[in-house]
């Protein structure tokens, strides 16, 4: 079976595929750690397409890029857990309807 060679629009594609799936679970969801979760699969999407254009356009700026990015959101994963786990041992919940306040 022959296999058609991978184009920049098929990693465009699953990106934007990827991104509409983090984004309708920030939308949708209720539960902080989904939308946390959903969070880093945008970030993901963003980091695929940056590396994808650099890698067809023969740059290697975007994947250094994409180094601090992923970085960043592994200090930003692990600050919004630690923040989480501490909302949840006051209010014994984490849905995100429930937090309207942040007074404890």
Known sequence: ???????????????????????????????????????????????LALVAVGRFQGLPDPQVAVFFVITVAAAEIALGLAILVAIFRIKKTTAADQLASLRF
């Open 1 to 47: 079976m022959n296999f058609a060679e991978i184009t920049l629009g098929h990693y465009l594609a699953l990106s934007s595929v990827l991104f509409l799936i983090g984004l309708a679970g920030v939308i949708l969801r209720r539960s902080l750690l989904i939308m946390m979760m959903s969070l880093e699969l945008l970030l993901n999407a963003a980091n």
